[in-house]
């Protein structure tokens, strides 16, 4: 069983910048691939960025390539989400959540996923 708890949400102007961050519990947090998926009101829950078990693959949906940086501390039992350059377009509840397999076919698809947080709100105004 894995908890998953999410930080760093927040309201900033169009440009700036944010952290996200998702805290795990469990010993065998570097074993799993780490997802970020965001949901907008009225909108699917969709793929922003994936960083697998070994933190030497990382994936991004093409809204945010360029853009956003995924990155995991294994010591820390944490994974990061550096936004920068953010759009109003960003707008939404950012979840963190765990996959205990890596697989590149399923890694951007919300169903791979077993186990998320709570979600944390990020609204970027114009």
């Known amino acids: 069983q894995v908890q998953l708890v999410e930080s760093g949400g927040g309201l900033v102007q169009a440009g700036g910048s944010l952290r996200l961050s998702c805290e795990a519990s469990?010993?065998?947090?570097?074993?799993?691939?780490m997802g970020w998926f965001r949901q907008a009101p009225g909108k699917e829950r969709d793929f922003v960025a994936a960083?697998?078990?070994?933190?030497?693959?990382?994936y991004y949906a093409d809204s945010v390539k360029g853009r956003f940086a995924i990155s995991r501390d294994d010591a820390k039992n944490t994974v990061d989400l550096q936004m920068n350059s953010l759009k109003p377009e960003d707008t939404a509840v950012y979840y963190c959540?765990?996959?205990?397999?890596?697989?590149?076919?399923?890694?951007?698809?919300?169903?791979?996923?077993?186990?998320w947080g709570q979600g944390t709100q990020v609204t970027v105004s114009s």
């Open positions: 959540a765990a996959d205990p397999t890596y697989n590149v076919v399923r890694i951007r698809k919300a169903v791979a996923y077993d186990y």
């Open positions: 960083i697998s078990w070994s933190g030497g693959w990382t």
């Open positions: 469990g010993r065998t947090f570097s074993s799993y691939t």
